[in-house]
């Protein structure tokens, strides 16, 4: 896995999932979230005098098997972290019962039998979610009834993130929705076609409109009203913030470190305390 060219992903949040191969503790799995995840597992690998956490302190070494990406912000990506740890409690999964089968299934295979539920039911479900496989000696695959949505993809090999500097919206008062033919303000986000030939220009609220059907309230996908091109919600997101396209090169410096990284070693302990109960499960975390 070493000779393969990591992929770059920009603006990333990701909650992974960590094997422990120590023959003492060899089989423990650890769930936390980064925004750099080859930096991540070298600091837990290193202890927590490097930022690693307490519980994977002295237990190494560990492997990073598998981060779930896409998520639009860290907010979302440390409800799903949380949710992940916590399957008995969060209220998303109270209607499946989870419950580790004992000596039947391993605390491995539980934890991606709960990820398998989590990407079926809401708010998460309708993320543009990457399950990337880090390690492939550890692949296992999803049943054909708890497989991912369709819009979500499975993909193999390691990545590399680059987060963004934060930029301000550079529209002006002369630019008009092609949509409501209103003026896009100053403040105002504006999105275009992935397609580089098409002319549409729009505010995001009324293209996210037009993607909407009765019930929803975030677009999965749907057609350019100019080209037809079929567009996912999630690449026009990461379009609108500067990220780059697919087979676009990626280019430019990176993020100084104390722009983009967040705190990332926070203990169980430390999470009761300082993750407010509307952070836990709250309904508008999208």
Same mark, same amino acid.
């Given at each position: ?13 990701? +909650?992974? $999932? ?18 750099? *995840?080859?930096?991540?597992? &070298? ?21 990073? %098997? &598998? ?25 998303? $999964? ?6 580790? %089968? ?12 709960? $990820?398998?539920? &989590? $990407? ?34 499975? +993909? ?61 309230? +975030? ?30 090169? +990626? ?24 993750? *407010? ?10």
């Amino acid at each position: 896995m070493s000779d393969i060219v990591p992929e770059i992903v920009e603006d990333f949040f990701g +909650v992974y $999932l960590l094997y422990c191969i120590n023959p003492r503790y060899k089989g423990r799995t650890y769930i936390g979230y980064t925004r750099d *995840p080859n930096r991540r597992i &070298m600091q837990h690998n290193r202890g927590t005098w490097a930022g690693g956490a307490h519980r994977t302190n002295n237990k190494g070494p560990w492997k990073m %098997v &598998m981060i779930v990406h896409g998520f639009p912000n860290n907010i979302s990506a440390l409800r799903f972290e949380w949710a992940w740890q916590n399957p008995t409690k969060t209220i998303r $999964l109270q209607h499946l019962n989870l419950k580790k %089968v004992p000596r039947k299934e391993s605390e491995f295979k539980f934890k991606l039998r709960v $990820l398998s539920e &989590m $990407l079926r039911v809401g708010p998460w479900f309708r993320l543009p979610l990457i399950i990337r496989w880090l390690e492939t000696e550890y692949i296992e695959e999803f049943p054909p009834e708890r497989k991912p949505p369709d819009h979500m993809t499975i +993909v193999q090999g390691p990545v590399k993130s680059r987060n963004l500097k934060r930029k301000l919206l550079n529209t002006t008062f002369t630019e008009e929705c092609l949509l409501c033919s209103n003026y896009i303000n100053i403040g105002q986000a504006k999105t275009t076609c992935l397609n580089p030939s098409c002319e549409l220009l729009a505010h995001i609220t009324c293209l996210a409109d037009l993607f909407l059907v009765p019930g929803e309230y +975030v677009p999965i996908e749907g057609n350019c009203p100019f080209c037809s091109t079929k567009l996912k919600w999630g690449d026009i997101i990461r379009k609108m913030k500067g990220c780059a396209q697919p087979g676009e090169e +990626v280019i430019g410096e990176e993020c100084a470190e104390e722009e983009c990284l967040e705190e990332e070693c926070i203990t169980e302990e430390d999470k009761a305390d300082e993750y *407010p109960s509307w952070f836990l499960d709250c309904n508008d975390d999208l």
